[in-house]
């Protein structure tokens, strides 16, 4: 027995299902999870000794990859003050400073998490414009809140039904559910609901149901019927914000947005959300709006240095989007060959340094394709790199993430990998 199988076997008994969240037992790829101990740059090791190139970067968070110098010296020069306050501190100040400048918003909120950042602007765009119902996609994820965990009902015009046990109907009865890439499902239920949705909420490019870039004009469309119909659009920039661009995919897309969520990213590491406005939109916050949302821990000193840090590099190094844009065309590309050689039928979906690979034959524009992959096959891929010293996502359903401490050299590793592996596949 590896060390890791026998942490997890112990994990299993005071932990449900031996994790802390769920994509994270490896159970869809048939192994179990490597225990890891120690991070740098772009590769992770884990507690048997095993070094490996690391594809998830704490799932998008390490943009500038494991334990920056940058970022860990502002975490331990903030830690030296004092852990937490629950009081205002200079370093918000500066953070909210920042991130308006970058999202091109007017004001922003700190909280904990993406999921909290999703649900407070849920809660926000019900309080302005008095109305209830919520237009998410089908297969984007937004954060384990009720009314989010919601996926598609087989009649368009109904409300959808819980994914999970736990979420009253009437809770997931205000969530509408249309398909990702199709504006036309979201005019549908903007007609049948007149008046009565609060806002369109979409994943910009959508990357928990493996990477969906949007298809040319769709975020355009959604912004014209958001405007028409009286909803505010919510980009979940909690992917997409600060890595698609220094300005998010609000930037990339050139489509601006009524409320933006961030997560991820924006801690550097550490547990940070954010969601973001027009002044007018944000002043209905609490204590100077109606909307209340609160957190003891919101805003935290040491966070706030993670995050602030990784930002202003981002900020102030643009070459950092090329190198990731070169590095993740440069793995595409070659992973394409790859299977194309060994005659596996595969897509690569990109949007600069998010990737998933999809075993089918045919394009991948939404879940239904998502969906319909061969999910055997994902998990033979997924053993096989694991094998070869690679640490990626244990799940079709989720994106690779490159950040900027990868090389060159080691994008050309995991594609001498994959021409391997893919002759096992
Ligand atoms: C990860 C994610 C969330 C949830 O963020 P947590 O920090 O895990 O709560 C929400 N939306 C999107 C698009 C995400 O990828």
């Not at 089908?138 to 994914?163: E, I, R």
């Not at 979420?167 to 549908?188: C, F, K």
């Not at 602030?308 to 065309?329: F, H």
């Amino acid at each position: 027995m590896t060390k890791s199988e026998t942490l997890f076997t112990a994990a299993q008994q005071v932990l449900p299902g031996g994790v802390n969240s769920p994509v994270r037992a490896c159970r869809a790829v048939g192994t179990y999870p490597r225990f890891l101990q120690a991070g740098k740059g772009s590769r992770v090791t884990d507690v048997d000794g095993h070094d490996y190139i690391d594809l998830i970067c704490s799932w998008g968070p390490l943009i500038l990859g494991h334990a920056h110098p940058a970022v860990e010296e502002a975490v331990v020069e903030a830690a030296k003050n004092g852990l937490s306050f629950g009081a205002p501190t200079e370093i918000e100040v500066e953070m909210a400073q920042l991130v308006c400048r970058m999202s091109g918003m007017e004001m922003v909120r700190m909280v904990n998490s993406g999921t909290e950042a999703v649900m407070s602007a849920l809660r926000l765009a019900r309080g302005a414009t008095g109305r209830s119902k919520i237009i998410k996609f089908a297969g984007c994820y937004h954060g384990h809140s009720d009314s989010m965990l919601v996926k598609a009902g087989s009649g368009a015009l109904t409300g959808g039904a819980p994914d999970s046990a736990g979420v009253p109907q009437e809770m997931a009865a205000d969530t509408l559910t249309a398909t990702y890439n199709d504006a036309a499902s979201v005019r549908t239920l903007l007609e049948a609901n007149h008046g009565q949705v609060a806002a369109v909420i979409v994943e910009p490019v959508a990357a928990n149901m493996g990477v969906v870039p949007p298809q040319p004009g769709f975020l355009e469309a959604l912004r014209g019927l958001c405007d028409a119909f009286g909803a505010l659009l919510i980009f979940d920039e909690v992917i997409t914000g600060f890595r698609l661009a220094a300005g998010g995919a609000q930037s990339y897309y050139g489509v601006r947005a009524d409320l933006v969520t961030y997560g991820k990213i924006i801690g550097g590491g550490m547990p940070v959300g954010a969601y973001a406005g027009s002044r007018k939109l944000m002043e209905q916050v609490a204590p100077l709006g109606p909307v209340y949302q609160a957190g003891t821990l919101s805003g935290n000193p040491v966070a706030m240095a993670a995050g602030l840090t990784q930002l202003r590099i981002l900020d102030q190094n643009p070459d950092v989007y090329t190198k990731l844009e070169r590095l993740g065309q440069r793995l595409q590309t070659g992973l394409e060959d790859a299977f194309l050689s060994a005659r596996i039928p595969a897509r690569v979906n990109r949007v600069g340094s998010v990737l998933t690979v999809f075993f089918t034959g045919k394009p991948v524009t939404g879940y239904d394709q998502a969906r319909s992959c061969d999910l055997q096959r994902f998990a033979r891929w997924y053993r096989g790199l694991l094998d070869h010293g690679i640490y990626a996502a244990p799940s079709q359903f989720e994106a690779m993430f490159l950040s900027a401490a990868h090389t060159a050299e080691e994008i050309d590793q995991i594609i001498a990998a994959a021409r391997e592996i893919a002759k096992t596949l």
